[in-house]
């Protein structure tokens, strides 16, 4: 025995078997670390200080009229609009490690830029900045998990991962936004802009540490990036079920998504204090997280999705209504909560069925597609929601809840396709 620990350098040998074990431990925990770290990314991409202040941040440091603002976001919309497909395809080509480093970096250079001075054409760069990191961001995100997963062989986990990876986002959102809100009301609107520098930078030092999951593909399969373009908008076009699953899903949550521009309007009306903004803004992302975390448990339960996906988007559409129609402050926030809380999570119930739905590899630039139909959306109803609130807010909110009930009365979503 002790010549044989000889020849060995004193270590047991150890079996095949054994050895065959250790280099599948180590390959996966390689994989791993790219969940892990996505969570990281999404928290630190979540702390957006000025989420509480948002609005005083424009109408009262850059003073610009709420319209203005409405039209400033139209313009991010459009810049995503150019950019969300070629940037899926970057992903799909070069890397989607490289996406996401790109995305992050440029998130960080906004903050800055956006809050050097208030002026309307440095606001106009800092948008095109963030247009730019929301393009890069969105549909890469997703596929970079899926295709982790996919190494590990729990592509199945896809819903419950990226639900996740929303709750780490939300999560940095419920601890900044307070923070940024009393920085804003005591300190400056301006520092709460740039202090947003310093979490996403975090994120694109975390980004370049990911370990890219698709270079196999690209090695296997090169194609030049028009095709995949080509690939990915051709797979929306041709696809009924995956064309009807991504409407349904970016129609509602576009209409939600106006509430996060209008929610301090209204309870600015109702006399509450700008600096407990950012504490509604992280009850907004609590409820959140429980909704989504929700989710994946709710549709165990319900064998009828389709059921199950009505009666999650009418109860939004009802609160929005009920909001013109209520003045209490209590009752305000409980609305706005839930238009929030289902609202946002209810694209998990589609994520399965999409995923399913990508036959192509080329599944960020598909993705991606899926994100430029909602910013389509929101760019043609920017300035039309601007107007609307500056002429009557509980209209618009009326308008708003109508709309979503009626969208989903109509809704020719089956059981089968979620």
């Not at 899926?146 to 592509?155: I, N």
């Not at 009828?304 to 996906?309: C, D, V, W």
């Not at 209209?395 to 809704?411: H, K, N, R």
Request: proline share 3%.
């Amino acid at each position: 025995m002790s010549k044989l620990k000889e020849c060995t350098g004193g270590r047991t040998l150890q079996s095949p078997k054994e050895e065959e074990i250790k280099d599948l431990q180590v390959y996966l925990s390689k994989w791993k670390s790219n969940i892990w770290k996505s969570y990281l990314i999404h928290f630190f991409m979540g702390c957006h200080l000025i989420a509480g202040v948002l609005l005083p941040f424009f109408l009262m440091w850059g003073k610009i009229s709420f319209v203005e603002v409405m039209f400033l976001q139209s313009y991010f919309t459009v810049v995503i609009l150019i950019f969300e497909i070629p940037c899926g395809a970057i992903a799909d080509h070069f890397s989607r490690k490289l996406s996401l480093i790109l995305g992050t970096l440029s998130a960080a250079l906004a903050a800055l830029i956006y809050s050097s001075y208030p002026s309307i054409t440095l606001f106009i760069i800092g948008e095109t900045l963030f247009a730019i990191e929301y393009s890069l961001i969105s549909g890469t995100d997703q596929a970079f998990t899926y295709d982790t997963l996919r190494k590990l062989g729990r592509e199945q986990e896809i819903t419950k991962t990226m639900a996740r990876s929303r709750t780490y986002m939300l999560l940095g959102i419920g601890i900044s936004a307070p923070i940024g809100s009393l920085i804003g009301a005591m300190l400056s609107l301006q520092l709460t802009m740039s202090l947003m520098f310093f979490p996403f930078i975090a994120a694109t030092i975390i980004a370049i540490s990911l370990k890219e999951p698709n270079h196999d593909l690209v090695k296997e399969k090169p194609e030049k990036y028009l095709k995949i373009i080509k690939s990915g908008v051709s797979e929306l076009i041709k696809n009924r079920i995956l064309r009807k699953l991504a409407l349904n899903q970016v129609i509602t949550e576009s209409l939600v998504f106006f509430l996060i521009w209008t929610y301090q309007l209204y309870l600015e009306a109702l006399n509450f204090n700008m600096e407990y903004f950012g504490f509604v803004v992280a009850s907004m992302t609590l409820i959140q997280i429980i909704f989504t975390n929700l989710i994946p448990k709710l549709e165990k339960r319900y064998s009828n999705k389709k059921i199950f996906l009505q009666i999650y988007t009418i109860i939004p559409g009802i609160a929005y209504i009920s909001m013109a129609l209520i003045n209490l402050i209590p009752i305000g926030i409980a609305l706005i909560l839930i238009i929030i809380g289902m609202g946002f999570s209810r694209r998990f119930i589609f994520t399965e069925g999409i995923n399913k739905q990508i036959e192509t590899e080329n599944r960020a630039t598909v993705l991606s597609s899926i994100s430029m139909i909602a910013s389509l959306i929101r760019a043609v109803l920017y300035p039309i929601i601007g107007y609307l609130t500056m002429v009557n807010l509980g209209l618009t909110f009326i308008l708003l809840g109508a709309m979503i009930i009626i969208f989903t009365i109509f809704s020719k979503i089956k059981n089968e396709y979620l």
